[in-house]
């Protein structure tokens, strides 16, 4: 099991309050007089702790072992056995290289870096270079019992102490939380001043995961979110061609909601519109690709000061 360092454990925090927990006998607990959780041990899955306020959050203890299946959906073994033999409508060009100058840049000032990687219960794409760095002390953190989960808690109450770690990856997760600037607040309380951040998230692209689906960002968007860091580098991830052949599969599927049509079109539309994927290889640094991009990603170090709105408009790399 894929467990917190011994100086993880001890930087873990009431999810709350935000003050340091308490370890003992009893389990993890909050020792905090004032905060309406103390005293109240928190639930240990295995060996994971499962640090979440349940009275503020939407997620509930009794769901938590089965909330990978709510969240990504059950879907029949039929769409399952065809998404895994069809060729994938999905291409992320950069992800894998962005991290991997991210693991350089940490690596440079950093012995043992300490890494928070939000939505970290599956591995994430490109993620195999932090993730098999026995340098990087590594907190993955998620909403449910994943494979490489070591903690649950909910991204919009972080359960670590302010300036515990180097660098934050948040990959795919922004556009599915209800609120992703309290989220990005949070990642910004967890880092060291000058602490590196990694997001991706969604720009062109219809529904996924339903009820757990809120928000799109354009590039600016996406910039603006992390106003409170300083850019070393942005961009799209997945390009317009990726968009392309993913909503033309959305269009066709919204015709009718019949397991027959739904199976036809998921067979017809891998095997015929998978190539557009390819095209962002071309496309990926375009400006025009940019105000298409099936998703963008920002990396960046926590500064002192915000970029201030005019500054962001400065920053519009787009065609129009």
């Not at 769901?63 to 399952?80: H, P, V, W």
């Not at 180097?166 to 309290?182: E, K, M, N, T």
Request: glycine share 8%; net charge positive.
């Amino acid at each position: 099991m894929n467990r917190l360092s011994s100086q993880l454990l001890n930087r873990l925090a009431c999810p709350s309050c935000k003050m340091p927990v308490g370890h003992d006998a009893s389990g993890i607990s909050c020792k905090n007089s004032t905060c309406n959780l103390s005293g109240k041990p928190f639930k240990i899955i295995g060996e994971i702790p499962v640090l979440i306020d349940f009275e503020k959050s939407v997620f509930s203890l009794d769901n938590i072992t089965s909330l990978k299946e709510s969240i990504f959906g059950k879907g029949s073994a039929i769409m399952a056995f065809l998404t895994k033999i069809l060729p994938s409508l999905s291409l992320n060009v950069k992800g894998a290289n962005n991290i991997t100058t991210m693991r350089k840049l940490l690596l440079e000032n950093n012995y043992c870096p300490r890494v928070l990687v939000i939505g970290g219960g599956e591995l994430g794409v490109g993620m195999e270079s932090i993730v098999n760095d026995p340098q990087i002390d590594k907190a993955e953190m998620d909403v449910y019992v994943g494979s490489r989960t070591n903690v649950i808690g909910d991204a919009h109450d972080i359960p670590f102490v302010d300036a515990t770690f180097d660098g934050v990856i948040i990959q795919a997760v922004l556009q599915h939380v209800l609120d992703p600037w309290r989220v990005v607040a949070e990642i910004y309380r967890v880092l060291k001043l000058g602490g590196l951040v990694y997001s991706e998230t969604a720009f062109m692209q219809s529904v996924r995961m339903g009820r757990f689906d809120f928000t799109r960002f354009t590039h600016l968007g996406h910039r603006r979110l992390f106003r409170w860091f300083e850019e070393i580098d942005s961009g799209a991830v997945c390009g317009p061609g990726m968009a392309t052949a993913q909503m033309l599969r959305s269009y066709l599927l919204s015709w009718s909601s019949t397991k027959i049509w739904r199976g036809m079109v998921t067979i017809l539309s891998h095997l015929l519109l998978f190539p557009l994927k390819y095209t962002d290889k071309w496309l990926i640094d375009h400006p025009a690709a940019l105000d298409a991009a099936s998703g963008t990603y920002f990396l960046g170090r926590s500064a002192q000061a915000p970029l201030s709105d005019k500054q962001l408009l400065d920053n519009y790399r787009g065609w129009v």
